[in-house]
């Protein structure tokens, strides 16, 4: 059992949300999938929550920021910060996206 917990902010739900849906206009099964995989990326971190890169930015309130693709979709990547003993899942976006606009 983990000591730590996840929550998702609204807008990281958003996120995933529209990637799925963009997803699903090729391949449902793939679209779901991303789901499945998000969720497995959300438990490893809870397990190990230092696993994800720190994002450099320039804004000092992202410097705890950090993120980690989603097993197998290695395009999308989980924005988090470790908030006590929790894992607060910020945003979910596609790797080409300018992060420190959409953070």
């Known amino acids: 059992m983990s000591e730590y917990d996840y929550r998702i902010?609204?807008?990281?739900e958003a996120d995933l949300d529209r990637h799925a849906h963009v997803?699903?206009?090729?391949?449902?099964?793939v679209a779901l999938r991303l789901y499945d995989r998000?969720?497995?990326?959300?438990?490893?971190?809870?397990?190990?929550p230092h696993m994800g890169v720190l994002h450099d930015s320039h804004k000092p309130e992202l410097s705890a920021v950090r993120y980690v693709p989603i097993k197998d979709f290695l395009r999308y990547l989980v924005?988090?910060?470790?908030?006590?003993?929790?894992?607060?899942?910020?945003?979910?976006?596609h790797s080409r996206m300018d992060r420190d606009s959409w953070l």
Do not use: H, S, W
Not at 23 to 29: F, M, Q, R, S
Not at 38 to 45: G, H, N, R, S
Not at 79 to 93: C, E, M, N, P, Q
């Open 79 to 93: 924005f988090y910060k470790i908030t006590g003993r929790t894992i607060d899942i910020i945003r979910v976006l």
């Open 38 to 48: 998000a969720q497995e990326t959300y438990e490893m971190l809870c397990e190990m």
């Open 9 to 12: 902010r609204p807008q990281a």
């Open 23 to 29: 997803i699903a206009g090729d391949n449902l099964d």
